[in-house]
């Protein structure tokens, strides 16, 4: 009994000393994978002798916002306003994400909760799918496209957006640690399956479907409207500040302020979500 007493009492947690070590052993992992981020905010704002100084600084020295005001210089002189890209842009981002996190979330509860003959297969053929990049289904998705006439439009790329695999892989792995004892009270009470799912499992998967909006969003941010939209009315900001690069290195100071703008939108929306993210990672791979 005294061995027990003994052992109890004992402090279960690291020493201080190892605290201290694996602290600064996060910390230098954390400032190396920092760096590049850091790196494209100074560029922005450094002046070009700066920007071309080698070996190159990390920080900025002599602190302008004249990148930004050749840039704004730059798209001045287009023939399509620029507001009209940053339209087209978000009109493409908010609806292809709501789109897929509705499609996904919808798909995936069945997958995870409904008992029905082919189940597996389904899910089997999701994750094989997983293996793919977009470069294999480049050809076979345009001309799934130009088939269903939406070349030239949003639709070519809201529409397969929607599609997107990850995002029932990860709904489904997340909805399966739901206990079916809550789904199964809540049936009893005379629940629908429409009202089960909207208001005890989307709730729930709270965190699932947020980091889903990150990897949705960041998708559709730089689409790559290019290779389905020709009209200059439909074209995207990631498309415009592309041709911006086009005028070679005398335009590299207002390349330096496009890094730093198409950073801006997934970065912010990354930060206000990034514990419900670190959540869904930690506890994804887990079953009930």
Do not use: C
Request: glycine share 6%; hydrophobic share 50%; proline share 5%.
């Amino acid at each position: 009994m005294k061995t027990l007493k003994l052992n109890a009492g004992k402090r279960l947690n690291r020493s201080w000393g190892m605290d201290i070590v694996l602290f600064i052993l996060i910390g230098g992992v954390a400032s190396f994978m920092a760096l590049p981020l850091v790196f494209t905010i100074s560029n922005a704002f450094k002046p070009i002798d700066e920007i071309f100084q080698f070996p190159p600084k990390l920080l900025v020295r002599n602190p302008t916002f004249k990148n930004f005001t050749d840039l704004i210089n730059i798209f001045s002189d287009s023939w399509v306003p620029f507001s009209r890209y940053v339209f087209n842009t978000f009109f493409i981002t908010i609806t292809g994400t709501v789109g897929h996190v509705i499609l996904a979330s919808a798909a995936a509860y069945p997958l995870a909760k409904i008992k029905f003959p082919g189940r597996n297969v389904l899910f089997s053929i999701v994750v094989l799918s997983l293996m793919f990049t977009s470069y294999v289904t480049q050809v076979p998705n345009y001309m799934t496209i130009s088939w269903l006439g939406l070349i030239n439009t949003h639709w070519a790329i809201i529409l397969p957006a929607f599609g997107m695999t990850l995002g029932l892989y990860l709904m489904k792995q997340f909805m399966e640690q739901i206990p079916d004892a809550l789904l199964e009270a809540a049936k009893i009470d005379g629940a629908s399956e429409y009202r089960i799912f909207w208001q005890i499992i989307m709730p729930i998967v709270k965190p699932a479907w947020l980091t889903l909006i990150i990897f949705s969003l960041q998708n559709l941010w730089t689409s790559g409207s290019v290779k389905f939209i020709y009209s200059e009315q439909l074209k995207t900001v990631d498309y415009v500040f592309g041709q911006v690069g086009a005028g070679g290195l005398v335009r590299t100071g207002p390349m330096s302020a496009v890094a730093l703008l198409m950073l801006t939108v997934p970065v912010t929306v990354f930060i206000v979500t990034q514990s419900n993210i670190i959540q869904t990672m930690s506890t994804s791979g887990l079953k009930e």
